[in-house]
């Protein structure tokens, strides 16, 4: 049995599909239920629903062979894992964003709020820019409105959370999207499994390529 972390919500539903595209069906996972856990015994896998950013933590400690997870928690945690695959999935971008009008004061150190620490303060590092992290742990969006800090770095996918709180990008950091993550050890004893749905991943990945 492979046993598979996906991530709960909208994301994870949009890679189950992939997964049973795939040929790695589960259709009880489906059901409207509270369950967590769920086997196709056919198929030889084993899902799990966890929350998103705890993906990399089953993965990495080999309590899931394999995972989905976005690229934003695998910079930001740099879990000691095998990334194999773009799913192409939940595209967002990292971004730099602060109230209308904003500009950098240089003699200032920049004041940051972020839920990704990791990755702002690698970025302002590359910049060679002074910053001041304030680590949030959601709706980072109100910090700059309410003078906590002077901008965030978050992630935007459609930018409406941005246009409603008056905040536009000014930097963007890095694309994100879904990866295909691997256990290490699993992927040495469990390689033939795991090489089988990666094949199969990616080649509906390429079918559904835009
Ligand atoms: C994320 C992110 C932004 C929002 C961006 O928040 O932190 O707030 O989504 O999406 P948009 O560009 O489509 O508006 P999330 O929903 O994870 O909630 P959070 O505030 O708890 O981080």
Not at 145 to 150: A, N, V
């Amino acid at each position: 049995m492979l046993n598979i972390a996906l991530p709960k919500g909208r994301l994870g539903e949009q890679v189950y599909d992939r997964f049973a595209r795939a040929g790695f069906p589960c259709p009880a996972l489906l059901e409207d239920t509270r369950k967590l856990i769920f086997e196709n015994p056919d198929a030889m896998v084993r899902y799990f629903w966890v929350k998103p950013s705890d993906v990399a933590i089953y993965v990495e400690r080999g309590a899931a062979d394999i995972g989905v997870a976005g690229k934003d928690i695998l910079l930001e945690y740099a879990p000691e894992v095998y990334e194999l695959l773009d799913l192409e999935l939940g595209r967002c971008t990292m971004a730099v964003a602060a109230p209308s009008g904003f500009r950098d004061d240089m003699r200032r150190t920049l004041r940051v709020a972020t839920k990704f620490s990791h990755i702002a303060e690698d970025y302002y590092a590359a910049c060679g820019r002074d910053i001041d992290i304030v680590h949030l742990n959601g709706s980072i969006e109100i910090a700059p409105i309410l003078g906590l800090t002077d901008v965030i770095v978050d992630i935007v996918e459609t930018g409406a959370t941005l246009r409603e709180n008056r905040l536009e990008v000014i930097e963007t950091i890095v694309p994100i999207s879904a990866r295909l993550i691997a256990n290490k050890s699993s992927f040495q004893f469990k390689r033939t499994q795991i090489e089988c749905i990666l094949t199969q991943l990616r080649k509906e990945t390429e079918e559904n390529h835009d």
